[in-house]
């Protein structure tokens, strides 16, 4: 804390001068931060995400240097003012980079997604996607969602190759987190081509969590949805 303060302090003022304990508490259940859970050690300020977005663009010019430190900290809120700063960087490839060696700091689903397909899909859009098949396949659980959550990118393209193989590499995943990705990348494909979602679910389904079955057919009909889950 106190390095942080003496390198970022206006920051560090901000951030504690918007902070609300009772909604912290809140958060910590909500994002499982206890003993064993996925989110275990990580400490909430309690500051909404509108606010925590106007108080990263008074910071765009950080250095990477700057965004290392947020990025080492426990609080949770001081890593995401790091990703919106980082998602805003000039550089993308510098961006690209640093994202991918900080995976380790990227540790729960809301910091995930609200940066992945921003940072790592934006980047990857026309370039080599193979470092996705790799993070897939990671022991990290974030570094997995990263890999599913980075394809929202190409199919707001309408490019769902890379989407679908994603979810078959992660298709066995054992976390709850990975099942709701992939079923909601999957619904995603659906709303864009209905077709291929239904092509790859017919292919798939029997072996599919039922949490991400579920995601993934959440916006069908009725009947097509017992269907499937019948």
Same mark, same amino acid.
């Given at each position: 804390?106190?390095?942080?303060?003496?390198?970022?302090?206006?920051?560090?003022?901000?951030?504690?001068?918007?902070?609300?304990?009772?909604?912290?508490?809140?958060?910590?259940?909500?994002?499982?931060?206890?003993?064993?859970?996925?989110?275990?050690?990580?400490?909430?300020?309690?500051?909404?995400?509108?606010?925590?977005?106007?108080?990263? *663009?008074?910071?765009?010019?950080? +250095? &990477?240097?700057?965004?290392? %430190? !947020?990025? @080492?900290?426990?609080?949770?809120?001081?890593?995401?003012?790091?990703?919106?700063?980082?998602?805003?960087?000039?550089?993308?490839?510098?961006?690209?980079?640093?994202?991918?060696?900080?995976?380790?700091?990227?540790?729960?689903?809301?910091?995930?997604?609200?940066?992945?397909?921003?940072?790592?899909?934006?980047?990857?859009?026309?370039?080599?996607?193979?470092?996705?098949?790799?993070?897939?396949?990671?022991?990290?659980?974030?570094?997995?969602?990263?890999?599913?959550?980075?394809?929202?990118?190409?199919?707001? *393209?309408?490019?769902?190759?890379? +989407? &679908?193989?994603?979810?078959? %590499? !992660?298709? @066995?995943?054992?976390?709850?987190?990975?099942?709701?990705?992939?079923?909601?990348?999957?619904?995603?494909?659906?709303?864009?081509?209905?077709?291929?979602?239904?092509?790859?679910?017919?292919?798939?389904?029997?072996?599919?969590?039922?949490?991400?079955?579920?995601?993934?057919?959440?916006?069908?009909?009725?009947?097509?949805?017992?269907?499937?889950?019948?």
């Amino acid at each position: 804390m106190k390095n942080i303060c003496k390198t970022l302090n206006n920051i560090c003022d901000e951030l504690f001068s918007l902070k609300n304990s009772d909604k912290a508490k809140g958060l910590q259940r909500f994002f499982k931060t206890g003993k064993g859970e996925y989110g275990e050690g990580d400490i909430f300020l309690g500051i909404t995400v509108p606010l925590l977005r106007q108080v990263s *663009n008074k910071y765009l010019d950080l +250095s &990477l240097g700057d965004l290392q %430190i !947020l990025f @080492n900290s426990k609080i949770h809120e001081y890593r995401m003012i790091a990703l919106f700063v980082l998602i805003k960087k000039e550089d993308k490839r510098a961006a690209f980079d640093f994202y991918l060696k900080n995976t380790r700091n990227i540790n729960n689903w809301d910091l995930v997604d609200l940066s992945a397909p921003k940072i790592i899909g934006d980047y990857l859009l026309n370039r080599d996607k193979s470092i996705l098949s790799k993070l897939a396949r990671s022991n990290n659980l974030w570094e997995r969602r990263i890999a599913v959550l980075s394809t929202f990118a190409f199919i707001k *393209n309408n490019n769902f190759g890379d +989407s &679908l193989k994603i979810a078959e %590499i !992660l298709i @066995n995943d054992e976390h709850d987190l990975i099942h709701k990705a992939v079923g909601w990348m999957l619904r995603e494909v659906g709303k864009r081509d209905l077709k291929t979602e239904e092509e790859f679910l017919e292919k798939n389904y029997r072996k599919m969590p039922r949490t991400c079955l579920r995601y993934a057919i959440e916006k069908f009909s009725e009947e097509k949805r017992r269907a499937f889950l019948n």
